[in-house]
T-cell receptor, first 118, second 113 residues
Framework: GAVVSQHPSRVICKSGTSVKIECRSLDFQATTMFWYRQFPKQSLMLMATSNEGSKATYEQGVEKDKFLINHASLTLSTLTVTSAHPEDSSFYIC??????????????FGPGTRLTVL | AQSVAQPEDQVNVAEGNPLTVKCTYSVSGNPYLFWYVQYPNRGLQFLLKYITGDNLVKGSYGFEAEFNKSQTSFHLKKPSALVSDSALYFCAVRESGYSTLTFGKGTMLLVSP
């Protein structure tokens, strides 16, 4: 099956620092990757959609200068939380679409990254 | 616009009994429907999807779901629940021609021994 990895799984940082989260599709090429944020006991909130080689599309209310997304290759997307603050603490999950099935393709999710900003 | 409703915050079932987790959807065109499961502090695992064809879809771990167009529903089912099935279940819809999934709020399934 399609596997998506995320690194790191957990990160604790000081307020004001930047944190980079990597998302990789391990056994398929992902033309489209997605970044979600999940608060405790809540559903996933889509932050942005990234397509390989082009700029990410951010959802309304998501600061693109704060959450930098780079989709440099068909297997790697990164999310950088810049100048992190405690309110950025959350569970961040990436997903990748396996485009081999065309319009019917499935999104596969990474295991998530728990970010804690002190 | 596309939307998903999971009317139950929590479903309780005894081990060995059948389980149903409900999901209804709203789309303008043809729906692609998905079920995912999430264990604590983990990402989402894909269970099954409906794209077209047979209304009864079989997926991982013995789960199945029935697509009902007239009722716009896609309920998740399993004939015999296991304690290990206890987790958070998400229904999601993507309208054909759109790239993004819309998730329901999730339903916590608790299977008691």
């Amino acid at each position: 099956g399609a596997v998506v990895s995320q690194h790191p799984s957990r990160v604790i940082c000081k307020s004001g620092t930047s944190v980079k989260i990597e998302c990789r599709s391990l056994d398929f090429q992902a033309t489209t990757m997605f970044w979600y944020r999940q608060f405790p006991k809540q559903s996933l909130m889509l932050m942005a959609t990234s397509n390989e080689g082009s700029k990410a599309t951010y959802e309304q209310g998501v600061e693109k200068d704060k959450f930098l997304i780079n989709h440099a290759s068909l297997t790697l997307s990164t999310l950088t939380v810049t100048s992190a603050h405690p309110e950025d603490s959350s569970f961040y999950i990436c997903s990748a679409r396996d485009g081999r099935e065309g319009l019917a393709d499935t999104q596969y999710f990474g295991p998530g990254t728990r970010l804690t900003v002190l | 616009a596309q939307s998903v409703a999971q009317p139950e915050d929590q479903v309780n079932v005894a081990e060995g009994n059948p389980l149903t987790v409900k999901c209804t959807y709203s789309v303008s065109g043809n729906p692609y429907l998905f079920w995912y499961v999430q264990y604590p502090n983990r990402g989402l695992q894909f269970l099954l999807k409906y794209i077209t064809g047979d209304n009864l879809v079989k997926g991982s771990y013995g789960f199945e779901a029935e697509f009902n167009k007239s009722q716009t529903s896609f309920h998740l089912k399993k004939p015999s629940a296991l304690v290990s099935d206890s987790a958070l279940y998400f229904c999601a819809v993507r309208e054909s021609g759109y790239s993004t999934l819309t998730f329901g709020k999730g339903t916590m399934l608790l299977v008691s021994p």
